[in-house]
């Protein structure tokens, strides 16, 4: 069974930097088309970043444009979100998401319910 598994996160200063792995592994298919969310406490999973299948096409919520870089190595099976200038607010658990089913080199998704694989998430604080 396909499993996608974060790494990376942790405690950082406010202005410091972290880089996210998401690696997929097991026997069906493959991931395509990417994500990341994240949630903070008491509050609903929300889009940070995606990525198409080939990587030429990602999109970013707003608030983390210019700030953090999405990006995959689909001969690794891994997808990477670097978190650059990180601010107390960025402090969630982050989750990393893929759809199994094929839908476009350049397709993307910032909705939830458009992904049907998660990762177990894992926690950024970020200090002031």
């Known amino acids: 069974q396909e499993q996608l598994v974060e790494s990376g996160g942790g405690l950082v200063q406010a202005g410091g930097s972290l880089r996210l792995s998401c690696a997929a592994s097991?026997?069906?298919?493959?991931?395509?088309?990417m994500g990341w969310f994240r949630q903070h406490p008491g509050q609903e999973r929300e889009f940070v970043a995606a990525i198409s299948w080939s990587g030429a096409t990602t999109y970013y919520t707003d608030s983390v444009k210019g700030r953090f870089t999405i990006s995959r190595d689909n001969a690794k099976n891994t997808m990477y979100l670097q978190m650059n200038s990180l601010k107390p607010e960025d402090t969630a658990v982050y989750y990393c998401?893929?759809?199994?089913?094929?839908?476009?080199?350049?397709?993307?998704?910032?909705?939830?319910?458009?992904?049907?694989?998660w990762g177990q998430g894992t926690q950024v604080t970020v200090s002031s």
């Open positions: 097991g026997s069906t298919g493959s991931t395509y088309a």
């Open positions: 998401a893929a759809d199994i089913v094929y839908r476009g080199h350049d397709y993307y998704s910032t909705f939830f319910s458009a992904y049907n694989l």
